[in-house]
């Protein structure tokens, strides 16, 4: 294991970014035997390559939020894959729509309609090209997001986003992207009568409920909300 250890992160260092390695506490802080992810412990928790445990406060960024190895997902993934690994996209795929019509019956007011997604970034993306889709043709241009604010790192997510260390070497962004402090309400308003006023009418406003990378109070969120 201490071999395979050292292995893991040389191929990092050489094959997928050296600056990672320096990002990820357990390579920094662990050194050669704290590094590795070997398996999934129970629902909440990881076993490195030295058989220690760690309690899961990640989760993945939220792609584990109903555990590592749920036996109820294993048990479901298993049984697709017995059937059919992944849909031709030649026929209509029977579960997409059942899963659509699902979230159409739980989602508020007149949202019907799904657009399904692999990553929070791509979901990003995807809301931007829907909203330039729907209000460019209405003089609508400008997108508002908030300070603090993380969407994603490809180029119109990194746009939304709102912290520098990720920004600034793929400047300049995609034009048309303001940001206010998060949860000041004023400033929101006062932004988008300003955007009216100058021909900059707002397309979208995106911002996070709770934000995650900027550590903020949910408080903040509510206040949006509750303004909106």
């Not at 629902?43 to 390559?49: M, R, S």
């Not at 995807?126 to 209405?138: E, F, G, N, V």
């Not at 400033?187 to 009568?193: K, Q």
Request: hydrophobic share 40%; charged share 20%.
């Amino acid at each position: 294991m201490k071999d395979l250890n050292r292995e893991v992160i040389e191929y990092f260092k050489e094959h997928i970014n050296p600056g990672f390695l320096e990002y990820r506490k357990s390579v920094t802080a662990g050194g050669d035997y704290g590094a590795v992810e070997w398996q999934a412990g129970s629902l909440n928790t990881l076993v490195d390559t030295q058989g220690q445990e760690f309690l899961d406060c990640l989760g993945g960024f939220g792609i584990f939020n109903v555990g590592h190895r749920n036996p109820v997902v294993v048990s479901a993934v298993q049984h697709q894959l017995a059937k059919q690994p992944l849909h031709s996209q030649e026929l209509l795929d029977p579960l997409r729509a059942m899963l659509a019509k699902t979230l159409a019956a739980l989602a508020p007011g007149k949202l019907k309609y799904s657009f399904f997604c692999n990553s929070g970034t791509e979901s990003v993306e995807a809301a931007l090209k829907l909203a330039k889709a729907y209000q460019s043709p209405r003089g609508k241009f400008t997108f508002v997001a908030t300070s603090g604010a993380f969407h994603g790192k490809s180029l119109g997510a990194l746009s939304a986003t709102a912290k520098s260390t990720f920004r600034k070497p793929f400047m300049p962004l995609l034009p048309g992207f303001r940001h206010v402090p998060f949860g000041d309400i004023e400033a929101m308003r006062t932004l988008l009568s300003e955007c009216h006023k100058t021909g900059d009418d707002v397309a979208a406003v995106i911002l996070e409920p709770i934000q995650g990378e900027g550590g903020r109070d949910p408080a903040a969120g509510r206040l949006f909300a509750g303004g909106a």
